[in-house]
């Protein structure tokens, strides 16, 4: 099994910057992936970016050039960094984490951003 812990979400105004924290623990494994994954009332669950062991990046279309994801393996921690953000950004974010062992999801941070 594999415990996730978000933290980094809150209410900010557009422009603004944000970042999220999704702290991994038990069954780590050296290879992984890592995503951020938001969802909106009334829409669907959207891949927003991932990282994979092998430092593979991928980021949806809609948050290119304004977030990052990275990673610290030490602390088999991810973070997404979210600048420049837009109304249409607010969702709750939820971090995922997959291995040989399953597919895990985080309890969900909900990010607000509004004037």
């Known amino acids: 099994q594999v415990q996730l812990v978000e933290s980094g979400g809150g209410l900010v105004q557009p422009g603004g910057s944000l970042r999220l924290s999704c702290a991994a623990s038990?069954?780590?494994?050296?290879?992984?992936?890592m995503g951020w994954y938001r969802q909106a009332p009334g829409n669907q669950r959207e891949l927003v970016a991932s990282?994979?062991?092998?430092?593979?990046?991928n980021y949806a279309d809609s948050v290119k050039g304004r977030f990052t994801i990275s990673r610290d393996n030490g602390k088999s921690t991810s973070y997404l960094q979210m600048n420049s953000l837009k109304p249409e950004d607010t969702a709750v974010y939820y971090c995922?984490?997959?291995?040989?062992?399953?597919?895990?999801w985080g309890q969900g941070t909900q990010v607000t951003v509004s004037s």
């Open positions: 038990g069954s780590i494994s050296r290879i992984y992936f």
């Open positions: 995922n984490y997959r291995n040989s062992a399953g597919n895990y």
């Open positions: 990282i994979t062991s092998g430092s593979t990046l």
